[in-house]
């Protein structure tokens, strides 16, 4: 079990930024993939970024040259830095926290940050 706490979610102008960040009640080593996702009103929750515990990272198109996910094992804290928001970044961002257990994927999520972008 692990908990997973955010922050720096808030109102911002288009073309803004804000730096979330995650901060875990484990050392976030154990964890394969720790990760960010959104959910806007009205749908599914989507992948934003993911970070490896070697450094890769993986971003959604939407989101590639605006956003950096980044990890601070010492800290056990993700960030997520978005620049350049834009209004359809609006939503609640959550944090996520991935561990492969005996053949099993079991997903650990935080309580998720509003995020809104006004025009």
């Known amino acids: 079990q692990v908990q997973l706490v955010e922050s720096g979610g808030g109102l911002v102008q288009f073309g803004g930024s804000l730096r979330l960040s995650c901060a875990a009640s484990r050392n976030i080593f154990r964890f394969a993939i720790m990760g960010w996702y959104r959910q806007a009103l009205g749908k599914q929750r989507e992948l934003v970024a993911t970070i490896g515990t070697g450094g890769t990272t993986n971003y959604a198109d939407s989101v590639k040259g605006r956003f950096t996910i980044s990890r601070d094992n010492a800290k056990n804290t993700v960030y997520l830095q978005m620049n350049s928001l834009k209004p359809e970044d609006t939503a609640v961002y959550y944090c996520?926290?991935?561990?492969?257990?005996?053949?099993?994927?079991?997903?650990?999520w935080g309580q998720g940050t509003q995020v809104t972008v006004s025009s």
């Open positions: 996520n926290a991935r561990k492969f257990e005996s053949g099993k994927v079991n997903d650990y």
